[in-house]
């Protein structure tokens, strides 16, 4: 992986789905995410887009 691109889908890592498990809304409503991770080793974490009204079945796309 090139640091700042894009990779294949694949299941969510523990650490993704900590983050993704802190954006749920709730109802069966879902909404992507982009969030930005800085290289500093540190867990400094920046929300850098989001689409919502999504589906479980949208695919994830760049945005």
């Given at each position: 992986?090139?640091?700042g691109?894009?990779t294949?889908?694949r299941?969510a890592t523990?650490?993704v789905?900590?983050?993704?498990?802190r954006m749920?809304?709730?109802?069966g409503c879902?909404?992507h995410?982009?969030?930005?991770?800085?290289?500093?080793?540190k867990?400094?974490?920046?929300?850098?887009?989001?689409?919502?009204?999504k589906?479980?079945?949208?695919?994830?796309t760049?945005?």
């Amino acid at each position: 992986m090139i640091p700042g691109g894009l990779t294949e889908a694949r299941p969510a890592t523990a650490e993704v789905q900590e983050i993704a498990d802190r954006m749920d809304v709730g109802g069966g409503c879902f909404t992507h995410i982009k969030v930005f991770k800085d290289l500093s080793g540190k867990n400094n974490l920046e929300l850098t887009g989001y689409q919502t009204n999504k589906t479980e079945d949208d695919e994830l796309t760049y945005f």
